[in-house]
C-alpha cells in the first residue's frame, strides 16, 4: 500500500470514527486550529458543501447562536441545524436566497468547490480557477467588511492571478496546505482574511 492510500485510508477512518460525512472535515478542523475563523454566534456560508462535512464541523464551531448555510448543486441529506440551499453558486435566485436566510450578514465565506475532475491537470485547474473566480463574485455580494473566507484551489500557472485578485478584496491572504490534505493532491488552501 502506498504511503498517500494509508493517509487516505487513516482520515476515512477517522471520519467514519467520529461521525463525519466526509474526510475534508478533517482539513477544516486542521485550518480552523491553525487560523481561528469560525466562532460562536457566527453567520458562516459554505459552498461546494456536499455531502456537508465541512458544515457538521462549521455547526459545532459556531454553536446554537449562529447560522451555517449550505449550497451545492447537489442535493444533501438534510442536517439538523443547517440551512441547506440546493442549486449553482452563479445564479442569482441562490444568491438571493442566501442574503434572505443571512439577513446579509455573513461572517465568514468557505468554498471547498471542485469541478468534476478528469484527471487532465491543466483542465482541472482552469476549471477550478474558474470556479474560485465565481466564488470570489459572491463573496464580493454577500461577505461582511472585514469577514473571513477559506478558498480550496488547484495549483497551476492561474493560480497567482488568483490571489492577486484576492489581495485587491483581503487585508491579508495565507497559502497554506493541511495534513489532511494528501501531498500528491494538487490542492491548497488561501485563508484570507479581512474583507476590505
Ligand atoms: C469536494 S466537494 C465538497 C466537500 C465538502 N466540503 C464536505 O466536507 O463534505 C465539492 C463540491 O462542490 C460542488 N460544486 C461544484 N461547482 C458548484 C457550483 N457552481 N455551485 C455549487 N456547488 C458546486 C460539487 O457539487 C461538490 O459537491
Redesign the pocket.
Known amino acids: 500500500m502506498k504511503l498517500t492510500d494509508s493517509k487516505k485510508d487513516q482520515f476515512r477512518r477517522l471520519a467514519r470514527d467520529y461521525g463525519y ?2 474526510r ?2 478533517f482539513k ?1 478542523k486542521q485550518i480552523n486550529n491553525s487560523y481561528r475563523i469560525l466562532n460562536k454566534g457566527h453567520c458562516v456560508v ?10 457538521q464541523v462549521a455547526l459545532a464551531e459556531v454553536g446554537n447562536k449562529g447560522k451555517v448555510i449550505g ?4 442535493k444533501i441529506e438534510p442536517l439538523k441545524d443547517a440551512f441547506v440551499i440546493q ?4 445564479h442569482e435566485d441562490i444568491i438571493n436566497s442566501i442574503l434572505k436566510i443571512s439577513n446579509s450578514h455573513v461572517d465568514v465565506v468557505l468554498s ?4 468534476n475532475v478528469s484527471g487532465n491537470w491543466d483542465l482541472d485547474h482552469a476549471r477550478q480557477i474558474d ?1 474560485s473566480r ?1 466564488a470570489l463574485k459572491l463573496c464580493n455580494r454577500i461577505l461582511k467588511k472585514g469577514g473571513k473566507a477559506v478558498f ?1 484551489v488547484f495549483q497551476g500557472d492561474m493560480l497567482n492571478e488568483l490571489i492577486s485578485e484576492l489581495k485587491k478584496e483581503f487585508k491579508r491572504v495565507i497559502i497554506t496546505k493541511p495534513t489532511a490534505s494528501r501531498q500528491v493532491s494538487s490542492e491548497i488552501y488561501l485563508i484570507c482574511i479581512d474583507k476590505l
Open positions: 460525512r466526509s475534508s472535515a477544516l459554505d459552498i461546494g458543501c456536499a455531502p456537508g462535512g465541512w458544515i449550497v451545492d448543486i447537489k442549486g449553482n453558486i452563479e471547498d468547490l471542485s469541478p470556479l465565481n480550496k
